[in-house]
């Protein structure tokens, strides 16, 4: 099973792909964990990336493209996975769409979380208070939220056109979340 998890900034997306992954024994690969772990080790690509992070910017699409081709090239992902942060932007889109005809794969769906933007801003900030993230300050939360409403809110019609696009409600307790979309997704 081919999944894209996707959802405004706070929405759950990691979480959520993480315990999805296990229970539907899937590779998780999150753009943002793989970006934060190169700039932990101080890579070229962390290097690059990490001026974006700061301020609640998209990595541009070239880098990001780069790193999730390679990334789906590896042999764990033959027979699917969660793909969660990716695509985010329209270009992304296209790209992914040329790398899984490469690949002779198809999505099969893609799963939004709904969460509302005053929840969204909450949560962020207490996650601010217990993991140290960079970019979960106030004003780049508000960048950040801007630019998903800007530029992935809009990839969402694309999915939806397609026939692909599964919108669930992110709120109340994580585990909740988990069987709303385990329960979707059987469906
Ligand atoms: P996340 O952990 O998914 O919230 O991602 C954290 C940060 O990593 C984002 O604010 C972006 O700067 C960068 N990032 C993650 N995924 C992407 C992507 N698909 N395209 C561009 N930048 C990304």
Redesign the pocket.
Known sequence: MRILLTGP?GSG??TQAAVLAERLALPAI????I?RKSVTEETVLGRQ?QV??AR????PDEI?NAMIAQRLAESDTGAGFIL??????IG?VAFLDSVLVGHRQKLDVVLALVVDAEELTWRLLRRSHTESRQ?DTESVIRR?LDVYTDQTRPILMTYKRRGLLLELDGTGEAAQVTERALAALHK
């Open positions: 900034p997306k990691g999150s753009t943002g964990d970006f990336a974006y992070m609640g910017e998209y990595v990001t969660d942060g990716y695509p985010r932007t992304q970019d950040r």
